[in-house]
């Protein structure tokens, strides 16, 4: 069979481009993200985690990865699992304290979230969101159904988040919003895929209240990615026209009304405007003060 022929390269981007036979990273690349993307792993710099007086110490950001674990902690510490008490410390990513040689001891693929669990002698490690999920649910008996079939199906969306995710994020969020110029095909071709997995979605909650029976894990995982676009990320709500997934709206609307979803989307949140912002949070006064100002300022 014949190779297929490539495109014209008149019609690449730039303009004449051809891939080399081997790539080599000889100029910054990634628009926002120049400065801290690079093709490989490790630390940069020493520089040694924190440790606060709580069993739990989390080094986030709040992305939407971060505030996975945030509402899982503030949801477990609201049914009164005081053994979930946490320290969150702000790794501020864009300066590149995840190439810190401390973070990379408890990640080493830098990125948020990570966590340390002091509980245990020698201190555990986690990191990957979706993993963080699993070991608290499974150390607190919460938020994961015991019985098979509703257990497996938590795994699922939780799996099916964690592999979908980077096509909303990492391709549509980029080439839609971040990215130093604007490329037709990339776009389409991510939009698309958003699309799917929002109808993907509304299909599934159409007859289902939560993801996998009661709210769950599942839940917690899915939500600030998709409940995220519902509330504007990137810019692309009306592009998305999300308001047409009418069972994720509805589903989004319940979840973001718990009160522990509405305060662990507060931490770490630099997004946030400044006085919503729980830069670190380390007792639940650091997110209640900020809560009284804000119900303050909405009745003033």
Do not use: C
């Amino acid at each position: 069979m014949a190779d297929t022929p490539l495109p014209d390269p008149a019609d690449n981007q730039p303009p004449g481009y051809v891939p080399p036979k081997i790539w080599t990273w000889d100029k910054a690349s990634g628009g926002q993200f120049a400065n801290i993307n690079r093709p490989v792993s490790g630390a940069t710099h020493e520089k040694e985690l924190p440790v606060g007086r709580h069993p739990l110490q989390l080094y986030s950001l709040g992305t939407p990865n971060g505030v996975k674990v945030t509402i899982m902690l503030e949801e477990l510490l609201a049914a009164g699992h005081q053994g979930a008490e946490y320290d969150a410390w702000l790794i501020r990513i864009g300066e590149g304290d995840q190439f810190g040689s401390g973070f990379v001891s408890v990640n080493p693929n830098s990125k948020i979230p990570a966590m340390m669990d002091h509980s245990l002698d020698p201190p555990l490690r986690l990191f990957e969101s979706g993993s963080i999920l699993v070991y608290l649910a499974e150390k607190f008996g919460a938020f994961l159904p015991t019985d098979a079939r509703r257990r497996a199906e938590t795994f699922n969306w939780l799996m099916w988040q964690m592999g979908s995710a980077p096509f909303v994020g990492g391709g549509f969020g980029h080439f839609y919003h971040y990215a130093p110029f604007r490329i037709e095909y990339a776009i389409d071709r991510y939009a698309m895929e958003t699309k799917r997995q929002l109808h993907v979605l509304d299909t599934h909650l159409a007859e289902h209240e939560y993801l996998a029976g009661d709210y769950s894990i599942a839940d917690m995982a899915v939500f600030p990615w998709y409940g995220g676009l519902l509330r504007g990320a990137y810019n692309a709500a009306e592009f998305l026209s999300v308001e047409d997934y009418r069972n994720v709206v509805r589903w989004a609307a319940a979840i973001e009304a718990r009160e522990p979803v509405q305060r662990g989307r507060l931490v770490n949140a630099m997004a946030l405007p400044e006085e919503q912002r729980v830069p670190e949070r380390h007792e639940a006064a650091d997110i209640d003060r900020v809560r009284e100002a804000m119900k303050a300022a909405a009745e003033a």
